[in-house]
Structure formats: C-alpha cells, structure tokens
Nanobody
Framework: QVQPVESGGGSVQTGGTLRLSCAVS????????MAWFRQAPGKEREGVAA????????YYADSVKGRFTISRDNGKKTLDLQMNLLKPNDTAMYYC????????????????????WGQGTQVTVSS
C-alpha cells in the first residue's frame, strides 16, 4: 500500500518560512515523480512543485518560483518543500502526491496522473 504522510505545516506571519516533509513507504520510491499540491478554501487544488524520480529536474508553479524549493531523499524516501517569503495567499492545505514514472514532465498540471495522495497538512499565513 502506497501511503504518503505529510508533516510540518503550521501558522506563520507574512515573510516567514516553513518546511513541509512527506514520508513515503510501500514502493520503489525513485520510480515515482513526486509533487506538492495545495488547495485553499473555495478554490481548486493546484500544483505547487514537482521533482523527477532522480531529483534531476524540478518544476514550479509561477506563483511560488524563487520562494519555494522542492527536494527529495531517495534513500530515506522523503520529500520536502522549503517555503520562504510566505504570503497570505499561500494559505492552503498542502498535499504530497506520487505519480508512477520517473519523469514529471507536465504532470504538475495533470492531477489525474497522481494516484497516491497524503491526507494533507495545513499552512496558514497571516498578514
């Protein structure tokens, strides 16, 4: 059973930092594109960042480029999202997700590609 489990959410003020982590078990981790998605109240879920199975390529939504960094440790089967310069509109539930296939390509914009999802961790940024 593939099951991502997120941690690290919380509440910060504008300009603050948070680091989200995702621990994954149950499969050959490096065969999967991994990504972070988020969903704010009343809005559709959107892709935030993705990383290829070998960590060689990363992909970001325009809204977080230069502020967020995605990384993975294939030995530990973990996925991280370092979030800097947080803004109130970053407030959302953040989800870790896995898609079979090492290369992410354009998968960040195709949620249906991701078959495994965590329960989410809440990030709240106050002004």
């Amino acid at each position: 059973q593939v099951q991502p489990v997120e941690s690290g959410g919380g509440s910060v003020q504008t300009g603050g930092t948070l680091r989200l982590s995702c621990a994954v078990s149950g499969y050959t981790y490096n065969l999967y594109c991994m990504a972070w998605f988020r969903q704010a109240p009343g809005k559709e879920r959107e892709g935030v960042a993705a990383i290829d199975g070998d960590g060689g390529n990363t992909y970001y939504a325009d809204s977080v480029k230069g502020r967020f960094t995605i990384s993975r440790d294939n030995g530990k089967k973990t996925l991280d999202l370092q979030m800097n310069l947080l803004k109130p509109n970053d407030t959302a539930m953040y989800y870790c997700a896995a898609a079979f296939g090492r290369m992410c390509g354009g998968k960040l914009s195709i949620q249906q590609e991701f078959g495994y999802w965590g329960q989410g961790t809440q990030v709240t940024v106050s002004s």
